[in-house]
């Protein structure tokens, strides 16, 4: 059985001591609040959970409650014989509560479409201006790879996943393409979705190659029209295939390609 690698602990100082109100809401703020600080960083061990009550002025119980929420949120992991530990904090593993939300709430996936029809756009105008020539490259390739593949949604899922991210990186814009990795990992589901509807293949080839070349041309304006219509052509087909709930279409039909500078 392979022994634990020590790591640091950290002292009493580090927690602050909660109110007896809501008092498991509260631990899990504070300890959300010294992962967020950096005081505890991926890897580390969390005091035992006697030293963490006494830490915190709460009851085992309670901290074991709110231990237990932090890992529910992927915060947070428990390790059989090792302890607690702060998780890897990875964007996916940290949005697959949201994403289990968004398969099954409708109304969330109308959300998702509005959201990138805001941010899209905007992003491919951006690398249309400024795209290195490997990096314009690697898209127009990217969107061209894609007629190859013949009817497969799997592998067009992945080919899509990898296109966006590639022009959201090449917008050079750290924030906006942080914005677009949470985005995307939260799109995993809508793609799953719409990849599969009649015709959403065929056209999602297409409107890639259209992107691609208005990114590679250094056509901004285009570029941005291109995505735009695109993702207004998904957020459409998803709300037909769920006519019972206010989809994407309804939500997102008054978005345009000036939603952002």
């Not at 005081?39 to 005091?47: C, E, M, S």
């Not at 969107?143 to 190859?148: I, L, P, T, V």
């Not at 509807?197 to 041309?217: C, F, N, Y």
Request: with cysteine; aromatic share 2%; net charge positive.
């Amino acid at each position: 059985m392979a022994v634990p690698e020590e790591t640091s602990v950290p002292s009493a100082s580090v927690f602050g001591r909660v109110k007896r109100s809501s008092a498991a809401a509260d631990a899990s703020h504070l300890i959300k609040e010294v992962v967020l600080s950096g005081k505890l960083q991926p890897g580390d061990r969390l005091p035992p959970e006697r030293e963490l009550a006494e830490m915190l002025g709460v009851s085992r119980p309670t901290v074991r409650e709110s231990i237990r929420a932090l890992v529910a949120m992927n915060i947070l992991e428990s390790r059989h014989g090792a302890g607690t530990f702060v998780a890897s904090l990875d964007t996916g593993q940290l949005l697959e509560p949201i994403q289990f939300v968004l398969s099954r709430a409708e109304r969330v996936l109308g959300d998702l479409f509005e959201t990138r029809l805001v941010i899209e756009p905007p992003i491919a105008a951006l690398a249309a201006t400024r795209a290195s020539k490997k990096e314009a490259a690697a898209i127009l390739s990217c969107a061209r790879e894609a007629k190859g593949i013949g009817d497969s949604p799997r592998q067009l899922l992945e080919l899509d996943v990898r296109l966006h991210t590639l022009i959201a990186n090449a917008s050079h814009n750290v924030l906006l393409a942080r914005l677009h990795e949470s985005i995307s990992a939260l799109g995993v589901e809508s793609r799953s979705l719409t990849v599969e509807l009649p015709g959403v293949a065929h056209r999602t080839v297409h409107d890639h190659e259209a992107i691609a070349q208005a990114i590679s041309q250094r056509d901004p304006d285009r570029a941005r029209e291109a995505m735009r219509r695109h993702l207004q052509s998904l957020a459409d087909s998803a709300s037909k295939a769920t006519p019972k709930h206010p989809g994407p279409r309804a939500r997102a039909s008054g978005l345009s390609a000036g939603s952002l500078p």
